[in-house]
């Protein structure tokens, strides 16, 4: 009898992967609606700043930071732009960092979170520093460039294709556009695009990849998003 009903006790789905524990499903739901919300708060939040904008406002010669002041030593503050401007680099700073926080609770992605969380604090750093302060707004703007376009490529580790391509390009785009803008603005490609053009090519590829990536952390499992990598 016993010889009989012993294979029934047998495992027979000992390949089938473990489901995620809740904690985590709830960690990476969380920091897919942070960044989701981030993503698509910066973007709606500059156009409406853009079409508050009391004055001449150009894509072109105007950085997205002059929606909240221009430079000294004559600096002008424009409302309600200004204001918009600024909260919404607060409140998306904020969901930002929270983010990174709660992505790295869920994937344990060290590297990726600690980019992340430096875009989110130069993003915040952004709103509280207006360029009426231009050496702290400066510092503010390259902690969320550089590891900000970081972070993007580096996403792309462990990631489902053709995420992982995409991901890789838009961090590469912005990467390369920060530094041009930098290094290279009397270029001739770069001059036509402008101040402002040049560094919207930095700024959108990363914040399409915020709502991109917020919205894959939304819709993956945790075997799809391959566990928790500690060491990638």
């Known amino acids: 009898m016993t010889a009989r009903t012993q294979p029934l006790l047998m495992p027979t789905t000992a390949s ?35 079409a508050l904008f009391a004055g001449v406002y150009s894509t072109h010669a105007d950085t997205l930071s ?11 503050v424009t409302q309600p732009s200004a204001a918009t401007f600024d909260v919404t680099m607060l409140v998306t700073g904020a969901l ?17 979170a600690i980019a992340t969380a430096l875009l989110g604090i130069g993003v915040l750093g952004v ?14 703007a390259m902690i969320a460039f550089y590891p900000g376009g970081i972070a993007v490529i580096m996403s792309s580790r462990r990631t489902a294709r053709p995420f992982r391509y995409l991901w890789t390009s838009l961090g590469a785009v912005s990467l390369v556009a920060i530094t041009l803008g930098l290094f290279f603005a009397d270029w001739a490609p770069v001059a036509n695009l402008g101040e402002g053009g040049i560094e919207r090519w930095n700024a959108y590829p990363i914040v399409l990849w915020l709502v991109a990536y917020g919205s894959y952390l939304l819709a993956r499992t945790g075997a799809d998003l391959g566990g928790p990598a500690r060491h990638s």
Do not use: K
Not at 66 to 76: F, M
Not at 127 to 140: A, E, M
């Open 16 to 50: 089938t992967p473990p489901a995620p524990a809740p904690a985590s499903q709830r960690d990476r739901t969380v920091a897919g609606l942070c960044l989701t919300l981030a993503g698509v708060g910066i973007l709606m939040g500059s156009i409406t700043a853009e």
């Open 66 to 76: 002059h929606l909240g002041a221009s430079e000294p030593p004559n600096s002008v």
């Open 96 to 112: 930002i960092v929270a983010g990174a926080w709660f992505a790295y609770r869920a994937l344990h992605r060290r590297p990726v």
């Open 127 to 140: 709103g509280v520093f207006p360029l009426t302060h231009p050496g702290p707004h400066t510092i503010s």
